[in-house]
Every structure is written in structure tokens, then in C-alpha cells.
Nanobody, 121 residues
Framework: QVQLAESGGGLVQAGGSLRLSCAAS????????MGWYRQAPGKQRELVATITSGSNTLYADSVKGRFTISRDNAKSTGYLQMNSLKPEDTAVYYCLARIWGSGSRGFLDYWGQGTQVTVSS
């Protein structure tokens, strides 16, 4: 069974940095797109960044120039480097990966459990 495990969240002051990790485990044939989403209290979940298997990236306007998404295919792990953090970046951050695992007939979307990022002013 495929699972995603996130880590790296925490409390940081405005202007600081955090690095989130998303490790996929289980019987995996291939990982297509990986992405990060976030959900602040009282708000809808929103896209932060995505990266394809060919390393093409997409960023929300609000994080361009501050966040960097990357992946290590050998480790089945995705990363989100967050710099110059602002209080409005405070949210639960979720990893999403499109994975073809054993027993499935194609790619399926898997979500991580979420990791809290809190930026104090």
C-alpha cells in the first residue's frame, strides 16, 4: 500500500525558513506529478507548487520567488524549501503525489496527512 509521510513543519519567525519533505513508501512503479497544497483556518485548500516527473515546476503567485519545489526520484521524496516566510503562509501543508503502485491499473492521487507551518510576526 502506498503512503505519503510529510515532515519538516514547525514554528518559525517571519523572514525565516523551513524545508518540508514528502516521502512516498510502498510498492511503487512510478511517481508522476508531486505537489504541495495548504489550508489555512477557515479557508479552502489551495495549490502552493507542483513538479512533474520531468522537473517542470508551477508556483502560486503568492509564493513565487520565495518557495522552491524539488524532488529526488531515487528516494521517492519531494521537498518544499520555504524562505522569507510570512505570517500569511501559516497553514497546514499537504503533499499530493500521483503514483502508480502495484495492484493498480494506473496513476492514483495520494495525499499526506499534513504538517503544520506557523509563522509568527
Amino acid at each position: 500500500q502506498v503512503q505519503l509521510a510529510e515532515s519538516g513543519g514547525g514554528l518559525v519567525q517571519a523572514g525565516g525558513s523551513l524545508r518540508l519533505s514528502c516521502a512516498a513508501s510502498g510498492s511503487i512503479f512510478n511517481i508522476n506529478t508531486m505537489g504541495w497544497y495548504r489550508q489555512a483556518p477557515g479557508k479552502q485548500r489551495e495549490l502552493v507548487a507542483t513538479i512533474t516527473s520531468g522537473s517542470n515546476t508551477l508556483y502560486a503567485d503568492s509564493v513565487k520567488g520565495r518557495f522552491t519545489i524539488s524532488r529526488d526520484n531515487a528516494k521517492s521524496t519531494g521537498y518544499l524549501q520555504m524562505n522569507s516566510l510570512k505570517p500569511e503562509d501559516t497553514a497546514v501543508y499537504y503533499c499530493l503525489a500521483r503514483i502508480w503502485g502495484s495492484g493498480s491499473r494506473g496513476f492514483l492521487d495520494y495525499w499526506g496527512q499534513g504538517t503544520q507551518v506557523t509563522v509568527s510576526s
